[in-house]
């Protein structure tokens, strides 16, 4: 068969394929080139055919493909297949797969079909996958799995070179508002924005990256001394110093809390110091907003020890475990006058714990609220119980923490519970700190006009360590104000104190309220606080919290408490 005949064959195979279809001679040179050139690489078929196929490929065609290819021109059997670019008319570039798959050997010519394949989609696709492997998509820094290879690579530097280097977990404080007021796309672009700040507060050979929601992790491989460190927290700092733009004029101020922890005193490996670097950061977190850590390792014993206590709160919780002791608050006379409610943690051996060794870790992980429902909800059955036996209607106060008072629907949870428990409302007395009123004043008057539309009483706990004075406390619905302890503690004998103590009683008094002493644990100080007219007292001298069926005796008992040594 001629060539011409070929040519002829071969065109009409060609002409629809979406392939480059190339007749190329033994020596380069392209013999014959199919349409789809026009399409794939923007030449006429005529612009190619004489040309050296080699004048048409891009750099990334190697001394060694070039080898290779032109062993298989001349081949009996062609194999080879390669990618590599080609250089379009315009003098961009094509990422193509090229194969020869046939040979040609005839009078007029001997070379090798070759066809070249457009794998420009599949090689953005590579890329997108190899990309979404190595970076978060969103802030377009290295992703945490990125970031723990860089740090392995340079524990085993820092080995070989005896180096120290540090290893930064950072979170921006209370993002969770940014996206709950202002949507979670505003967050985004908040992040993005946080993202491209610390990439420029940092040194070029440091390492930022993206760990997980607005939690950032950065490597800096060499640090030289203690200076370093504060310079370090400076920089990141500085990236939270101009408030972010977050569209229609507004501007968004944040801050960050940062955790670091030192190879190779806080970890031998990349996993061990983004864990501890991690437990600073929480440590930082839990004692306030901007602020910053270093790793101690007795930092993971009191996390280790709080998730403990943790997860055994939710266990407690839903068995029911928490239940209300009473403190018996006694008038001038000893008489029970009023009883004080307090939680107590039973746990399954009968044993019970007091409220400074779980109520901290309750409060930071939210189960308070729970817990200071399932009292409540026990307080006024009790109440109820002791009143249809029949029992004296001494009012029972309960504490209300300052964040279950910051419940929204707290009064109704509260009203749901007298309704169903049948107690006398007349009964309660609601607790409340200072600082609990102060965080959001108008909604908290609104709370306590609320209650006490129920029949319910307030009482101010803690008086004078908070925020709040008689002049403020004229204009609440207050009945009871509670004298801290602090100021019970130096009685009679410090000057100030006694000062104090009685012009809190004497303004309380002007004020129509009536005053309670707690803490009380000596005679001294009842005596003392007998002077000034103090309306109640509480504390160990007359009895120390009692679980109810104690509480229930003393009741039933009608007795004046005398106090401890009288």
């Not at 060609?14 to 923007?42: K, M, N, T």
């Not at 690579?153 to 820092?158: C, F, L, P, T, Y």
């Not at 985004?188 to 760990?211: C, I, T």
């Amino acid at each position: 068969m001629s060539i011409r005949r070929y040519e002829a064959l071969f065109k009409g195979l060609v002409q629809h394929a979406s392939d480059v279809v190339l007749i190329l001679e033994s020596d380069g040179r392209v013999r014959f080139c199919g349409p789809s050139a026009r399409s794939l690489l923007g030449y006429a078929p005529e612009e190619i055919e004489g040309r050296d196929f080699f004048s048409l490929v891009g750099e990334g065609f190697d001394t060694e493909q070039r080898a290779m290819f032109s062993s298989n021109l001349v081949a009996e059997h062609p194999t080879f297949m390669a990618g590599f670019p080609m250089r379009k008319a315009d003098g961009t570039e094509l990422p193509v797969e090229a194969a020869a798959s046939n040979y040609l050997r005839n009078p007029e010519i001997v070379g090798v079909i070759m066809t070249l394949r457009d794998v420009s989609r599949q090689k953005k696709a590579e890329e997108r996958a190899l990309f979404y492997e190595y970076f978060d998509p969103l802030t377009r820094l290295p992703n945490r799995e990125s970031f723990v290879r860089d740090v392995d690579r340079n524990v085993s530097i820092a080995m070989n070179r005896g180096r120290v280097f540090g290893v930064m977990a950072l979170g921006l404080d209370r993002f969770k508002m940014v996206n709950d007021m202002y949507g979670t796309k505003t967050g985004d672009e908040v992040l993005k924005s946080v993202a491209g700040a610390l990439r420029s507060s940092f040194r070029n050979d440091d390492v930022v990256s993206r760990y997980r929601g607005d939690k950032f992790l950065a490597l800096f491989p060499d640090i030289k001394s203690q200076d370093h460190i504060k310079e370090i927290i400076a920089k990141a700092r500085a990236a939270f110093i101009d408030p972010i733009p977050i569209g229609l004029g507004q501007k968004l101020n944040l801050s960050a809390s940062m955790g670091v922890a030192f190879f190779p005193n806080d970890g031998k490996d990349a996993a061990e110091l983004v864990r501890n670097a991690e437990t600073a950061l929480y440590m930082a977190k839990e004692s306030g907003r901007d602020g910053y850590r270093l790793f101690d390792a007795r930092l993971n014993g009191e996390i280790i020890e709080r998730q403990r206590i943790e997860s055994d709160l939710g266990q407690a919780i839903g068995e029911r475990r928490f239940e209300p002791f009473f403190q018996p608050k006694v008038d001038r006379s000893g008489f029970i006058v009023g009883a004080e409610a307090l939680v107590r943690w039973r746990m399954p051996n009968g044993e019970t714990k007091n409220p400074s060794e779980f109520i901290d870790v309750a409060e930071r992980s939210g189960n308070i609220d729970r817990i200071g429902s399932m009292i409540i909800m026990k307080t006024c059955e009790l109440a109820a119980s002791w009143s249809a036996a029949g029992l004296p209607d001494i009012p029972i106060s309960i504490n209300l923490s300052p964040r279950q008072f910051g419940q929204e629907f707290l009064v109704d949870d509260i009203t749901a519970i007298i309704e169903s428990t049948g107690v006398d409302p007349r009964r309660l007395e609601f607790e409340i700190t200072e600082s609990g009123i102060m965080t959001n004043e108008r909604e908290s008057i609104r709370k306590l006009l609320e209650l006490k539309a129920l029949g319910a009483a307030i009482s101010i706990d803690d008086f004078g360590t908070g925020y709040s004075s008689f002049s403020k406390l004229k204009d609440y619905p207050v009945d009871t104000v509670k004298m801290d302890k602090s100021f019970i503690d130096p009685l009679p004998h410090d000057k100030k104190a006694s000062i104090i103590a009685s012009a809190i009683v004497d303004m309380a008094h002007t004020l129509s309220f009536s005053v309670v002493a707690e803490g009380v644990e000596t005679l001294d100080q009842m005596a003392f606080l007998d002077t000034i007219f103090c309306d109640q007292y509480q504390g160990y001298l007359f009895s120390r919290p009692v679980p109810q069926d104690e509480f229930r005796r003393m009741l039933a008992a009608g007795a004046a408490l005398l106090p401890s040594g009288a």
